[in-house]
Every structure is written in C-alpha cells, then in structure tokens.
Nanobody, 112 residues
Framework: QVQLVECGGALVQSGGSLNLTCATA????????IGWFRQALGKERELVASISPESTNIDLADSVKGRFTISRDDTKNTIYLQMNNLKPEDTAEYYC?????WGLGTLVTVSP
C-alpha cells in the first residue's frame, strides 16, 4: 500500500525558510517521478516542483524558481522541498504526489 506523509509545514515570517519532507513507502521509490503541489485557499491545486528518477530532470514553477529546491534521497525513500525567501503568496497546503497517490498535506503559512 502506497503511503506518502508530508511534514515540515509551519507559520513563518516573510523572508523565512522551511524544509518540507515527504516520506514514502509501498512502492519502488527510485523509479518514479515525484512532485510537490500546493493548494491555497480558494484556488486550484498547482504543481510546485517535480523530480525524475536519479534526479536527472527537475522542474520548478516560475513562481518559485530561485527560491525553492526539490531533492530526493533514494536510500530513505524521501523527497524534500527546501523553501527560501518565503512570501505570503506561498501560503498553502503542500502535498507530495506519486502517480495517482497523494499525501494528506502539510500547511505552510507565511505572514507579511
């Protein structure tokens, strides 16, 4: 059974940093693309970043380029989202996804 568990969300001030973690189990982690998505209140869920097997291909939304970094540790079946220079518009629930499986999310709130 596929399991995705996000953590690391918190309330931070504008300009601050957070590192989100998505721990996974139940599938062959190393061969899958994995993505971080976010959904702000009243808005549609959007892709923030994705990472391919062996980290050979990384995509970032334009809104986070230069501020966010996605990485993976295949020895721990875990992906990370390092978020720097956070802005109030980054406030959202953050989810990781593999295939059609989603985690339950972790809340990031950025105060002005």
């Amino acid at each position: 059974q596929v399991q995705l568990v996000e953590c690391g969300g918190a309330l931070v001030q504008s300009g601050g940093s957070l590192n989100l973690t998505c721990a996974t189990a139940g599938f062959q982690f190393s061969i899958y693309y994995i993505g971080w998505f976010r959904q702000a209140l009243g808005k549609e869920r959007e892709l923030v970043a994705s990472i391919s097997p062996e980290s050979t291909n990384i995509d970032l939304a334009d809104s986070v380029k230069g501020r966010f970094t996605i990485s993976r540790d295949d020895t721990k079946n875990t992906i990370y989202l390092q978020m720097n220079n956070l802005k109030p518009e980054d406030t959202a629930e953050y989810y990781c996804r593999v295939g059609e499986h989603w985690g339950l999310g972790t809340l990031v709130t950025v105060s002005p």
